[in-house]
């Protein structure tokens, strides 16, 4: 079965490899599983921390269950830096358990994708550090970042 495109396409430029960046956060932001894993090759192969994830299918199982746990969910991501079919993204999202605890996840990504610019491969290493409430820092209403809200850099992250 072929995929539809998912431009940009590769090869990355700056500016589209900021484009594709934002493109996936606002699709992480959705916290829609379906949306989410048809910007993925159907056999495309992750690591999420130390959990292997490998196809659509499971990438929607895998979406599924990561937002039923982190609630509030917002995210921002940045370009580190990008290559041909390659992008390397930091990231951070906060977001609270089911009593309340808040958490700042900080992480990175290795992505790379096919000529259709649907990614193949993801990898991604993250670290959790809890936060107060009070030191929340993304207050936009729930789904994609305003245009106007700052990026990582901007807040010092």
Known sequence: MMDSSRPPLPPFTLATAIEKVRLAEDGWNSRNPEKVALAYTVDSQWRNRAEFVNGRAAIVEFLTRKWQRELDYRLIKEVWAFGENRIAVRFAYEWHDDSGNWFRSYGNENWEFDGHGLMRKRLACI?????????????????RRPDDHPGLSELGF
Request: aromatic share 12%; no cysteine; glycine share 6%.
């Open 127 to 143: 670290n959790d550090a809890p936060i107060r409430e009070a030191d929340r820092r993304y207050h936009w209403p729930l789904g």
